[in-house]
């Protein structure tokens, strides 16, 4: 990490998290410690979460289901491009566009959820011109209602995460896989345990800290290096499929639903939502069919006598 970069000027100012009543992270950490509830997060003090406890995020494409993850305490609402695969019915995040994910970031910021609210990035916009990064950031932002950005990619998309915090606009770094690389990797695999990976990983967290990121999303990464890279990060290193030794934690809502079509080894299903969802519909037809549904109290009222 290079002396003079952003989280070296943030770390001198709050060298004492602790003993900076007004500032955001200790606010937060002061109302669940006396059950009130919690001020809204933001970057900074989900950043100031980091060696405290578990930051808890949740992918989530719309309004209600934002809504109950909100309701449950969610640190981390992220409106993910993968909505692609686990809503829209593509093979993948490739196809997803920026307007698709505008469009369900304003569904989950119709919410107004206490967490954080972060949308990706989607694929090839961040390799576009700065100007045009920028302008796609503030999408996001001011249509999406979205209050930071995650962008693939390590120490090569420093320079752009960089210019786009001096903007303004918040970051969250993602490495290990990168699921829009899809095509270039030729499917999805671990990362961290061949050749040089590790240093290349370990190199991504120090560019994308000095960047000024406010946290990492690491996924399906060796556990080792990941618990390695956590110790090593002044931000919050959030685990997707990497191990339990990072700052947090990040599951799609219908892994942990259990409404995945083809849901990743590493999710763990805490619901069985399909099967209640088929068991409704398939109750609701057949009472359709019977003519029991609607009953009588359900009918619209006689009208009264003219």
Not at 194 to 220: K, W
Not at 232 to 251: E, F, Y
């Amino acid at each position: 990490m290079l002396p003079g970069s952003f989280h070296d000027r943030w770390d001198a100012l709050y060298a004492n998290p602790r003993a900076v009543t007004a500032s955001f992270g200790v606010a937060f950490l002061a109302c669940e410690a006396e059950n009130i509830s919690p001020v809204k997060m933001t970057t900074q003090s989900l950043r100031a979460l980091k060696g405290q406890r578990p930051i808890v995020c949740v992918t989530a494409y719309d309004t209600p289901t934002a809504h109950c993850a909100d309701l449950a305490g969610v640190d981390l609402i992220l409106v993910g491009d993968s909505v692609g695969n686990n809503v829209l019915g593509f093979a993948n995040t490739v196809s997803v566009t920026l307007d698709m994910i505008v469009h369900h970031a304003a569904a989950v910021s119709r919410a107004k959820p206490e967490a954080l609210l972060v949308a990706d990035l989607p694929f090839g916009d961040a390799h576009l011109k700065p100007g045009d990064v920028v302008k796609s950031c503030r999408r996001l932002i001011q249509e999406g209602g979205v209050e930071a950005v995650k962008i693939e990619g390590g120490a090569p998309l420093a320079p752009i995460i960089a210019h786009l915090v001096l903007a303004g606009i918040p970051v969250m770094g993602h490495i290990g896989l990168q699921p829009q690389q899809v095509n270039v990797m030729g499917g999805y695999r671990k990362f961290g345990a061949r050749g040089n990976e590790a240093a290349t990983l370990r190199a991504d967290v120090a560019a994308l800290e000095n960047a000024g990121v406010f946290a990492i999303v690491v996924e399906l990464t060796d556990p080792r290096l990941t618990a390695e890279l956590t110790q090593l990060s002044r931000v919050p290193i959030i685990g997707i499929g990497s191990g339990p030794d990072c700052d947090g934690q990040i599951l799609v809502a219908h892994d942990i639903l259990g409404i995945s079509v083809r849901a990743p080894s590493f999710a763990k299903a805490y619901a069985n939502v399909d099967e209640t969802m088929r068991t409704a519909f398939a109750t609701y037809a057949g009472e359709v069919r019977n003519r029991t549904f609607p009953a009588v109290p359900n009918k619209p009222a006689a009208s009264p006598p003219q």
